[in-house]
């Protein structure tokens, strides 16, 4: 069996999902460049809880988890199944580690998710978990418990990780997307780009002391962390590429770290 590639996606505003822009061409261009994959693991931002958990459900709910959008997005569905098997599995993996809950009824698909793979795979075939972020972790403890999932690659699953190198809310040019972005961000964004190249994952684990720029970029850590998951899957055999880039309002890096097999 083919080993499945690890991706990062940026995902940005929900509205993605019924949009047709640069960002979701790209997103369709990378389902139409790969093998289908027998299941997709996704780490998403907007699952950011006090503990880790699976989904566990036969057919996750497609979650609308925002608000202040037009009706045509809170229609939108991602009937995608659910896969209690994977999410067994991926228990066995992590229980040796950590407590992991299999929630089979609360959580579902939320946008991280949906509003991207509706791009990369339209035909919601494939099923999909979601585990969530621990949020009163460090980054180290992410990173660590990544490296666990790596079997899965081998197996057919894909891991995603969905949320944002630079994502700063207060800084965002609300309705204007093509505003130009803040220095700061752009210069956060270079060099995250550059440590990913070297390899180096730990100055991206240890976040927090690449100063000012950093900051104002992870404000919090919620759409950071999802990007540590993946670079712990990544491999030295494995070509990294950035198939999606790009700013949005300014303050929200819509760049897409891909790791895949030479």
Not at 4 to 29: C, K, L, Q
Not at 132 to 146: G, I, M, V
């Amino acid at each position: 069996m083919t080993k499945m590639p690890v991706i990062f996606f940026g995902h940005g505003s929900p509205m993605n999902a019924i949009a047709d822009n640069s960002y979701t061409r790209g997103w369709s261009e990378i389902g139409n460049s790969i093998s289908k994959p027998k299941a997709i693991l996704c780490i998403s931002a907007h699952w950011y809880i006090p503990a880790v958990a699976v989904t566990a459900m036969e057919r996750p709910r497609t979650i609308h988890d925002f608000g202040g959008f037009p009706k045509e997005l809170y229609a939108m569905q991602y009937p995608a199944p659910g896969s209690p098997d994977l999410a067994d599995r991926i228990a066995e993996i992590l229980g040796d580690t950590v407590s992991v809950i299999k929630d089979d009824q609360h959580w579902g698909l939320d946008h991280g998710t949906w509003s991207v793979l509706c791009h990369v795979f339209p035909d919601a075939d494939i099923p999909i978990v979601q585990l969530s972020l621990k949020e009163d972790e460090p980054a180290e403890f992410h990173y660590e418990l990544a490296k666990n999932l790596a079997p899965l690659r081998d197996e057919g699953v894909m891991v995603i990780g969905s949320g944002n190198i630079v994502h700063n809310l207060h800084a965002y040019a609300w309705g204007k997307h093509d505003v130009e972005p803040f220095d700061w961000a752009e210069r956060f964004e270079e060099l995250a780009r550059n440590i990913v190249l070297s390899n180096d994952h730990s100055q991206l684990v240890n976040y927090e002391q690449l100063g000012s720029d950093a900051m104002l970029s992870v404000p919090t850590p919620d759409h950071f962390l999802p990007l540590l998951y993946i670079l712990a899957l990544s491999t030295e055999d494995d070509k990294v590429s950035f198939p999606v880039s790009g700013f949005d309002g300014g303050s929200i890096s819509m760049t897409t770290v891909k790791f895949s097999e030479m």
